[in-house]
């Protein structure tokens, strides 16, 4: 079946420092790939997608590009800020659901 | 904006009693609505999927009787825990992909804000 795997966390970096969130996976066919993010308190909210093999995902200064040959899906931002602590999922969507990684905490200090 | 929206944020049960949650689609139709339901410190986990106007299939473990799916318009699909136990208590999400158009694209799901369920 469809999996997904995420670095596991947390991941602890000064403000203005660079970010990655390595992400692989594992499915079937051509899924579309996403990052959500989930801010303390609050539900899950797209962050960002690519629904085919060489696209890039951005928003809010993340990217992440769609990598068939490696079967990844890696998040990164240039200059992460104090508001970007939250955790990060990584998902795929198949021929039916959606299947999540674990989740990535990120944690930001000033 | 949202355009999943979920009711109630956060609410408090006492034990036996039941609780619903709502999860309604915005500006687009939701063909299928999805369930899950997140532990500390863990993934979301799927509870089952629903399409409007049939029974929702539930996932493996997933007590059926215990958490029902209605699932009755395009708009709208309902959770209710049912008896419910301290060891319900935890964060439920629910997330709706559409038939089409330019928010419910068939192949992006958006999620509800989540619910906070405590049973005391």
């Known amino acids: 079946g469809d999996s997904v795997t995420q670095m596991e966390g947390p991941v602890t970096l000064s403000e203005e420092a660079f970010l990655t969130i390595n992400c692989t996976y594992t499915a079937t066919g051509y899924p579309s790939l996403f990052w959500y993010v989930q801010y303390p308190g609050e539900g899950l909210q797209l962050l960002l997608k690519?629904?085919?093999?060489?696209d890039k995902g951005s928003n809010k200064g993340f990217e992440a590009t769609y990598r068939k040959e490696t079967t990844s899906f890696h998040l990164e931002k240039g200059s992460v800020q104090v508001s970007d602590s939250a955790v990060y999922f990584c998902a795929l969507s198949g021929r039916s659901t959606l299947t999540f990684g674990k989740g990535t905490m990120l944690l930001v200090s000033p | 904006g949202a355009v999943v929206s979920q009711h109630p944020s956060w609410v408090i049960c006492k034990s036996g009693t039941s609780v619903k949650i709502e999860c309604r689609s915005l500006d687009f139709q939701a063909t299928t609505m999805f369930w899950y339901r997140q532990f500390p410190k863990q993934s979301l986990m799927l509870m089952a999927t629903?399409?409007?106007?049939?029974?929702?299939?539930?996932e493996q473990g997933v007590e059926k009787d215990k958490f029902l799916i209605n699932h009755a318009s395009l708009t709208l699909s309902t959770l209710t825990v049912t008896s419910a136990h301290p060891e319900d208590s935890s964060f439920y999400i629910c997330?709706?992909?559409?038939?089409?158009?330019?928010?419910?694209?068939?192949?992006?799901?958006?999620f509800g804000e989540g619910s906070w369920l405590t049973v005391v």
């Open positions: 690519a629904t085919k093999a060489d």
């Open positions: 997330s709706a992909r559409g038939a089409g158009g330019s928010l419910g694209s068939g192949n992006t799901i958006y």
């Open positions: 629903s399409n409007e106007g049939s029974k929702a299939t539930y």
